[in-house]
């Protein structure tokens, strides 16, 4: 039985472990717009999902990005531990409104944060918003944001 109960744990904490090196690609979706541009956004709204983020994820097609969701506005901090693409962070206030832009590094543990607290931030291929003339100031459209 004890031994039953090892080889069971075992397999369970492999499973785990694996899992973890997983990207999560399942998320909710919705449509968010950026001048003439529509996003399809996966939204990490859970502790669990943002702290996975967009981690191992080798590729992701160019019209989408994450969405992170906090509960209350605050200076928000990101890094690249584990993230393999290069990314873009817009941190954007309640309104839609684009904060700041910060380009960061693959694999980094390097921080990139909002100037000012902010509810939303959202994760795109690095240089995105840039190619497009995108910058703060620049308003997003969609459900999450306030009219």
Known sequence: MKRL????FFLFWCV???AQDQPQTQLPR???QLGM???DTQVAQTPDQRSIGLMFRSEMPAHEGMLFVFEQPSTQCFWMKNTLLPL?????ADD??????????PQSTDSH?????????????QGWF???GFKAGNKLVGVPFKP
């Open 16 to 18: 785990f472990a694996l």
């Open 96 to 105: 839609g409104t684009i904060v700041n832009l910060a380009d960061m590094k």
């Open 88 to 92: 873009t962070a817009a941190f954007v």
């Open 113 to 125: 944060c909002s100037v000012k607290p902010v509810r939303f931030v959202l994760e795109m291929h």
């Open 30 to 32: 919705i449509k968010l």
């Open 130 to 132: 840039a190619k497009k």
């Open 37 to 39: 541009y529509q996003i």
């Open 5 to 8: 109960f090892s080889t069971a």
